[in-house]
């Protein structure tokens, strides 16, 4: 897809050539701004009463007179943001996707300011809205015609245009990535393959990928992490991924995510109701190779190591059982209560692994919990910090990258509950906040560096008809670690 910026004043728009005109309407009214052949079009259409000026209302129009373009579509948003011309845009996409548009022309007027923000969200928003799951279905819907998409702004918007549809470029390929790999089924997304997705990015974008395997696991202590991979008779796999874009010497940001490939439960068994949906228990994981990828074609001035614990959790005679206690990388030792409390004991051995490199902040991606879905259902992530600044920055760049994420509490009240009798502490607390007694387990192993948690268990997937992969939080960490570089 190419994407481009258009120098146009909005009184062009109707001689435009282009197989499609999408035009972004903020306001209450038909914007003054409007050149005659457009706004008679969208005044009548508004006195008929099929449109109206409220959020994401699309007006379709073929062939329309006085106008270049031979399919031209209206859309209202409530202001002048990015989110808004974000949501805007991805509903005038679902008026366009089916027809045969290959190039698109797309405008704003009553609020003509376009921002790289704007820009950023043109590139998701249209990437969002073409890419089609093909792997395991070929027969699949063939993907929208559409092959490039301009922008029209002013001649002073340029740069900060031009900017924006690069970030956003890479940040879609991100997100592209990390949909499909958490998408694939999983017997296809294994262990094995993220580290060979992982391989191929290192090669593509020219950064040092280690994969480690069984053996290697058992070498470096990560009795953990080991524990959960046991009974699963498909190797787990430990992916380091380094980005050197500063100097050797400057602390890296370290991206740790959870990919457990499918989650079972283990010998604490979940139920069969939508256990299919536990492949996607490698969103974490996924999120950090797209962030990668995203970070390798924007080429930052910062250090980032990407690391990814991945194995499936799965019951046999070889599998970890409920009170079994085991010692981490970290030297603490763990009784494990629950073997469906996996994510916490692949994460807390890489969490380890990561004093290593001195970071100079550790954020972990997981699909950690049933209860962050229940405490904030599928719109924001969660987001856990004790460390002040790493949080302000985290929701900083949640706002930017329009993915939304909530702080939660980590007050040391709620490790109360993970005392054992038998082990240092126990992998589960009670029902009770269990995200946060998640996070809390996860902060025993994270004293050496600032350190953030993400759980994203209720946005990394949809389920139901739209089921599949989000490729959250790609923006908000590529935004995140933008942001590091200064
Ligand atoms: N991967 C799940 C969390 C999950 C469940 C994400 C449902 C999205 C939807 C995780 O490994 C898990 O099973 N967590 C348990 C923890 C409990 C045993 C303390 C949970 O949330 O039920
Ligand atoms: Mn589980
Ligand atoms: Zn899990």
Same mark, same amino acid.
């Given at each position: 897809m190419d994407f481009q910026y258009q120098a146009t004043p909005a009184q062009g728009l109707a001689s435009l050539p282009a197989d499609a005109l999408l035009v972004v309407v903020s306001g209450?009214? %038909?914007?003054?701004?409007l050149e005659k052949p457009l706004a008679s079009l969208l005044a009548d259409a508004v006195a008929q009463g099929d449109f109206e000026f409220k959020a994401n209302r699309v007006l379709y129009v073929h062939r329309p007179a006085g106008v270049k373009s031979a399919r031209l579509a209206f859309v209202a948003a409530p202001d002048g943001s990015a989110k808004a011309f974000k949501s805007a845009v991805a509903a005038g996409l679902g008026a366009?996707?089916?027809?045969? %548009?290959?190039y698109l022309a797309v405008a704003r007027v009553g609020d003509e300011a376009v921002g790289d923000a704007h820009a950023e969200a043109l590139v998701t928003a249209v990437s969002d809205a073409v890419y089609v799951y093909r792997h395991t279905k070929p027969s699949a819907p063939a993907a929208p015609r559409l092959a490039g998409v301009a922008l029209i702004a002013g001649r002073k918007e340029g740069t900060a245009v031009m900017r924006g549809l690069k970030r956003g470029q890479a940040l879609a390929a991100g997100v592209a990535l990390a949909r499909e790999c958490a998408n694939r089924p999983g017997n296809h997304a294994t262990p094995s393959h993220l580290a060979s997705e992982a391989k191929k990015l290192g090669k593509q974008f020219g950064f040092e990928v280690d994969v480690h395997d069984r053996k290697d696991i058992d070498k470096l202590g990560m009795g953990s992490f080991l524990a959960v991979a046991?009974?699963?008779? @498909?190797p787990p796999r430990f992916i380091v991924m380094r980005y050197q874009g500063?100097?050797?010497t400057k602390a890296p940001v370290v991206l740790v995510g959870k990919g457990i490939t499918f989650d079972s439960g283990g010998i604490s068994l979940k139920p069969g109701?939508?256990?299919?949906?536990?492949?996607?228990?490698m969103g974490g994981a996924a999120s950090v190779l797209g962030t990668m990828r995203a970070i390798g074609e924007l080429k930052p001035k910062v250090n980032v190591i990407g690391l990814i614990a991945a194995c499936e959790n799965m019951p046999s005679g070889r599998a970890v059982k409920p009170g079994d206690v085991v010692k981490s990388l970290s030297g603490q030792t763990i009784e494990i209560l629950n073997t469906d409390a996996e994510g916490r004991l692949i994460l807390c051995d890489a969490l380890t692994y990561a004093e290593r490199f001195e970071p100079a902040a550790v954020v972990d991606i997981a699909t950690l919990t049933g209860a962050c879905v229940v405490a904030l259902g599928h719109h924001h992530s969660g987001l856990f910090s004790a460390d002040e600044k790493l949080a302000t920055d985290l929701l900083a760049a949640s706002r930017d990258a329009l993915d939304p994420a909530w702080r939660m509490p980590l007050d040391e009240?709620?490790? @109360?509950?993970?005392?054992s009798n038998f082990a240092d502490m126990a992998n589960i607390a009670g029902r009770a906040g269990g995200a946060i007694t998640a996070a809390m387990f996860l902060k025993r192993f994270t004293a050496k560096f600032p350190w953030a948690h993400l759980d994203i268990a209720g946005t990394a997937w949809k389920s139901g008809a739209a089921k599949g992969a989000t490729g959250r939080p790609v923006p908000l960490l590529t935004h995140f670690v933008l942001s590091r570089a200064g």
């Open positions: 209450k009214a %038909v914007p003054a701004a366009l996707k089916a027809l045969g %548009v290959a046991q009974g699963s008779d @498909e500063a100097a050797k109701a939508e256990m299919d949906e536990m492949k996607f228990d009240e709620y490790d @109360e509950g993970l005392k």
